[in-house]
Structures are given as structure tokens and as C-alpha cells.
């Protein structure tokens, strides 16, 4: 699951800032290669400091060989890794670790998403961000219509795995009806 609409189809192109902040795109065909990446973020770190490359949505881990081969770019050029996921993917999580430092996982949950929660998921992911010394922090996604229940069970997720993990409760923003309250 992710929020951003254009994640679930394949583009032919992609857009790269020119100069940090410039809201000034370029276009780079898709796939856009590692060093291609590499190269970007230097100029744009080098026109305005950074402190980490954001990597989300979709999911990125279906991309762990990629996030691991931009590993020594980030390094090199002094950026933090900060991955933004859904926290399902433990296997990719330990291929792509090298290239991390920072995570953000989301526990999404079925009223927010109309998908089953994958709690058990979230634990082994979870448990592996400690294990792998990674700062990590859960964020939860509610909406409307999400029942204390189902918050609680997110929250077992944490208190039960690493209970001194930082907790976001994220609103969904309501757009074209989607998030509202029932009438």
C-alpha cells in the first residue's frame, strides 16, 4: 500500500530538481541510472546542504539492490539514508541495509487503508531496526474511521518489539471526499 497515486504505474520519465529548492525540473528517462542519481544528489547537496536522501513511495525496498548500490554514493557525498516503507520487507531491509541510517515505518492500518494490517510484519521489521542499530520510528496512519482497537493493536506492535521506539499518529488529509468523517 502507499498514498502516492503515481507509485502503482510504471513512468517513462522521471523529474530532478536543477537547484535545490528551485522548483526548476529537469527530465531524466526512466530507469535513471545509480550514478545518474549519484551525480544529482552531489549538485544538489553542493548547492544548498543536506542532511539525508529521503527514499519512499511506493515501497523502496522492491528496490534494495539499488538503495544498497547508492550506499557509498550517499556516504561519499555526506548524506544520511532515510527510508520511508511500510515495514513488510524484512529480507530487503537487510540487503539494503548498508545505504541506511534513518527509518520511518509506517504501520498502516486496515480502516486507513482498506487493506489488512500486517502486524506480525511490522514486529520482524521492527525488531530487525534494532537489531541492525538503526534509528527507526513508527508511524501510524488513521483516519476518520479508525477504531481505538485497531491503535491499540499498532501500538502493541511497538510496546511488545522496542518500546522505546518514537510513535507518529499520522491523520490521513482528506482530499476529494477520501478521509472525511461519515456524514
Known amino acids: 500500500y502507499c498514498d502516492t497515486p503515481l507509485c502503482h504505474v510504471e513512468l517513462p520519465e522521471c523529474r530532478i530538481e536543477r537547484r535545490a529548492g528551485g522548483r526548476d525540473f529537469a527530465r531524466r528517462v526512466n530507469p535513471v ?5 549519484a551525480a544529482d544528489l552531489e549538485r544538489l547537496a553542493t548547492d544548498c ?8 513511495g511506493g515501497e523502496p525496498l522492491l528496490h534494495a539492490e539499488t538503495i544498497r548500490a547508492l550506499g557509498p554514493h550517499l556516504k561519499r557525498i555526506g548524506l544520511l539514508g532515510y527510508l520511508e516503507t511500510n515495514g513488510h520487507l524484512v529480507d530487503e531491509l537487510e540487503r539494503a541495509r548498508p545505504a541506511l541510517d534513518l527509518v520511518g515505518m509506517d504501520i498502516k492500518l486496515e480502516s486507513a487503508t482498506g487493506v489488512p494490517a500486517r502486524f506480525d510484519d511490522n514486529r520482524a521489521f521492527l525488531a530487525t531496526c534494532v537489531r541492525e542499530d538503526l534509528d527507526v ?13 485497531e491503535i491499540d493493536g499498532a501500538l502493541a506492535v511497538v510496546l511488545d518489539t522496542a518500546p522505546k521506539t518514537p510513535v507518529v499518529l499520522q491523520p490521513v488529509t482528506p482530499f476529494r471526499g477520501v478521509g472525511e468523517p461519515p456524514s
Request: charged content about 25%; glycine content about 0%.
Open 33 to 37: 541510472t545509480v550514478d545518474d542519481i
Open 49 to 56: 546542504p543536506h542532511h539525508s536522501v529521503s527514499l519512499t
Open 137 to 149: 520510528f513508527a508511524k501510524i496512519v488513521v483516519d476518520a474511521t479508525t477504531r481505538d482497537e
